[in-house]
Nanobody
Framework: QVQLVESGGGLVQPGGSLRLSCAAS????????VGWYRQAPGKRRELVAL???????MYADSVKGRFTISGDNAKNAVYLQMNSLKPEDTAVYYC?????????????WGQGTQVTVSS
């Protein structure tokens, strides 16, 4: 099974930007889709952005227009560019594979990367 490792989180002020990276040990699109998920304290983990092996992208309404997901097949990596960050974006962000907005992912969960939006 392909292992995914997240990186790039940190502390940023409201309105700022961060770029998260998801690196795979093998073919990152082996399960066709890769998604960025997040879990805030006391809340359920939610899918915020998805990319397919064909390059199609989908977003949760809460991040549409602010977040951009992209993939690099050569590097077996998927990225999440986050702009205009809000305090409510604070969460641990994870990447996982094989899921959609209707079905859960099929990969293993990694450690995630913490994103904190605060002044």
């Amino acid at each position: 099974q392909v292992q995914l490792v997240e990186s790039g989180g940190g502390l940023v002020q409201p309105g700022g930007s961060l770029r998260l990276s998801c690196a795979a040990s093998g073919n990152i699109f082996s399960l066709n889709t890769v998604g960025w998920y997040r879990q805030a304290p006391g809340k359920r983990r939610e899918l915020v952005a998805l990319i397919t092996s064909g390059g199609s992208t989908m977003y949760a309404d809460s991040v549409k227009g602010r977040f951009t997901i992209s993939g690099d097949n050569a590097k077996n990596a998927v990225y999440l560019q986050m702009n205009s960050l809000k305090p409510e974006d604070t969460a641990v962000y994870y990447c996982n594979a094989g899921g959609t907005f209707l079905y859960p992912p099929r990969g293993s969960w990694g450690q995630g990367t913490q994103v904190t939006v605060s002044s």
